[in-house]
């Protein structure tokens, strides 16, 4: 079992930065891989990133390549979202989640673990 709380988040002007950060319970983190994912109101909840475990991979959607990192810290079981350049478009519920699985990815349901969310509101 693997518990994720979010936190970091909050309302932004245009053009700022916010660090997401998702803190795991459990020894085992090392060996999930783990993404981010969001969900703006009205619409479906949509990759993000993701860290495979298995050789370290990232990957990101289009819209917020260049601007969105993800990482991760085994030792302190915590993992980041650094988003930079941030526009309207990018507000959203935004969801860490976590899997033992290395592929499909950037699909909602390999995932098994889910934190609760955490709000980010950008303002034009």
């Known amino acids: 079992q693997v518990q994720l709380i979010e936190s970091g988040g909050g309302l932004v002007q245009a053009g700022g930065s916010l660090r997401l950060s998702c803190a795991a319970s459990g020894r085992t983190f090392s060996t999930y891989s783990v993404g981010w994912f969001r969900q703006a109101p009205g619409k479906e909840r949509e990759f993000v990133a993701f860290?495979?475990?298995?050789?370290?991979?990232?990957y990101y959607a289009d819209s917020v390549k260049g601007r969105f990192t993800i990482s991760r810290d085994n030792a302190k079981n915590t993992m980041y979202l650094q988003m930079n350049s941030l526009m309207a478009e990018d507000t959203a519920v935004y969801y860490c989640?976590?899997?033992?699985?290395?592929?499909?990815?950037?699909?909602?349901?390999?995932?098994?673990?889910w934190g609760q969310g955490t709000q980010v509101t950008v303002s034009s």
């Open positions: 989640a976590a899997t033992a699985a290395s592929s499909g990815l950037a699909y909602t349901y390999r995932y098994d673990y």
């Open positions: 860290i495979s475990w298995r050789d370290g991979i990232t």
